[in-house]
């Protein structure tokens, strides 16, 4: 009986040596997640502006020249194209992309500052690049 016992109480220390809790269990970390920047959109269709824009919102390069006389920058970028035009007023800078119908790019945003970077208003940069 004394083997009984002594057998019986080695099998309980070694069943709780079996399933304690390791003192320095690990946790599991996710795995990382590797992202990657989502595709750069391309506008299809003008942005609507403010009142005034109407000259240049969704109009091609040959118009914009035709209004405004030759760009001083004319940049060729991945999806689309930048035209700046220069005044005593103001500078005006116009962004065209593909329209998504023959291609053709078209003014989708237009920014205007004066000469020292301080803004000006669109509408009336505008104005004042077609009086000269």
């Known amino acids: 009986?004394?083997?009984?016992?002594?057998?019986?109480?080695?099998?309980?220390?070694?069943?709780?040596?079996?399933?304690?809790?390791?003192?320095?269990?690990?946790?599991?970390?996710?795995?990382?997640?590797?992202?990657?920047a989502p595709p750069v959109p391309v506008p299809v269709r003008p942005a609507m502006g403010p009142r005034g824009l109407e000259a240049v919102m969704g109009k091609d390069v040959a118009t914009l020249?035709?209004?405004?006389?030759?760009?001083?920058?004319?940049?060729?970028?991945?999806?689309?194209?930048?035209?700046?035009?220069v005044g005593k007023a103001c500078v005006l800078d116009m962004f065209l992309y593909p329209d998504g119908k023959g291609r053709t790019e078209i003014v989708t945003y237009v920014d205007a500052r004066r000469s020292d970077g301080a803004a000006v208003d669109r509408a009336s940069c505008i104005d004042a690049l077609q009086r000269r």
């Open 1 to 36: 009986m004394k083997h009984a016992i002594n057998a019986s109480a080695i099998a309980l220390i070694l069943a709780g040596c079996v399933y304690a809790p390791l003192a320095h269990a690990q946790t599991r970390q996710p795995a990382p997640v590797q992202r990657t």
């Open 65 to 85: 020249k035709r209004l405004l006389g030759e760009p001083r920058l004319d940049v060729v970028e991945v999806h689309g194209r930048k035209l700046q035009f």
